[in-house]
């Protein structure tokens, strides 16, 4: 199979989503479309490297597909880490990107939409299940369950809190979980929340997304519950 071309995107609006993370939003341009799935990522090549391969840092698209050449991206700024420090500190309203995509499996296939459907994630992990969750949404597509189990230190981590409390996608059960802080909502690591929704072993599909630490977790609790590992489909930031 061939590569996608690399494209140019600008970046037309950049917003604090919280004190270290940044939604970017990207033209693409020369098509009047950018046409994705929801769950798919693009990659930057970002001019921090010679060798090409160590230029290249993957994004989910945070948005949903809506006709039109723009798509957003939720990243995290992390301590040392040569990407995102390049793309906070450089990237301005105005800036180039090169980037390829759409890519990846990520995604809702039909018989998903028959069983329970448990979006797991931690931090910027979020992205591609809020383009997911907004996409049924607003094609008015049928599914069951929908679990969006989101964990996060505390609460000034937390990611499209209001937007996804206010999503009014029928049978979506948003559960925020904080690990370092106590507040009205939900508190300790994700694991224990789908344990809980699982108890009675429902018909049920699961959508790992985030670092590795959590999602070699929830990999075994899941099949240590019983559930089948092609049940089990991985996003793994790194
Ligand atoms: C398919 C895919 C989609 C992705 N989507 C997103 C996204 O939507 N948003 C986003 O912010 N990132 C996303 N990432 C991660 C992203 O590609 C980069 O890895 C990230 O931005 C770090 O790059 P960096 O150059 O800043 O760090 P580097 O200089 O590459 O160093 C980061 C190092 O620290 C480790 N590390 C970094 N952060 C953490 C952390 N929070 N917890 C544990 N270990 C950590 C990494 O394993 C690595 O060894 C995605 C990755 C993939 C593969």
Redo the contacts with the bound molecule.
């Keep these: 199979m061939s590569l996608l071309p690399w494209q140019t995107g600008t970046v037309i609006r950049l917003e604090e989503e919280t004190y270290n993370?940044r939604r970017f939003w990207i033209e693409v341009q020369g098509q009047e479309t950018f046409g994705f799935i929801p769950g798919q990522?693009v990659t930057l090549d970002l001019p921090?490297h010679e060798k090409p391969n160590k230029r290249w840092?993957?994004?989910?698209i945070?948005s949903w597909p809506d006709g039109s050449n723009v798509f957003e991206?939720?990243?995290?700024l992390?301590e040392?880490?040569?990407?995102?420090?390049?793309l906070f500190n450089e990237i301005k309203v105005g800036s180039e990107l090169t980037l390829r995509g759409p890519l990846?499996h990520?995604t809702l296939q039909p018989e998903h939409l028959e069983k329970n459907i448990f979006m797991i994630c931690t931090?910027?992990?979020i992205?591609?299940f809020r383009s997911m969750a907004h996409h049924l949404l607003r094609n008015n597509i049928p599914h069951q369950h929908i679990y969006m189990i989101f964990g996060c230190r505390t609460k000034k981590d937390l990611l499209y809190y209001q937007e996804m409390n206010d999503l009014a996608l029928d049978n979506f059960h948003y559960l925020p979980t904080l690990s370092r802080e106590e507040w009205e909502g939900k508190t300790g690591y994700v694991h224990a929340l789908y344990e809980e929704q699982c108890s009675g072993k429902p018909d049920a599909v699961f959508f790992l997304c985030g670092?590795?630490?959590m999602i070699d977790e929830a990999r075994e609790r899941i099949v240590a519950m019983g559930y089948d590992k092609k049940a089990i489909h991985l996003?793994?930031?790194?």
Excluded: D, H, M, Q
């Design positions: 993370t990522f921090i840092r993957s994004y989910s945070a991206l939720l990243i995290v992390l040392g880490g040569v990407g995102s420090t390049y990846g990520f931090g910027t992990g992205a591609p670092w590795k630490n996003e793994l930031y790194g």
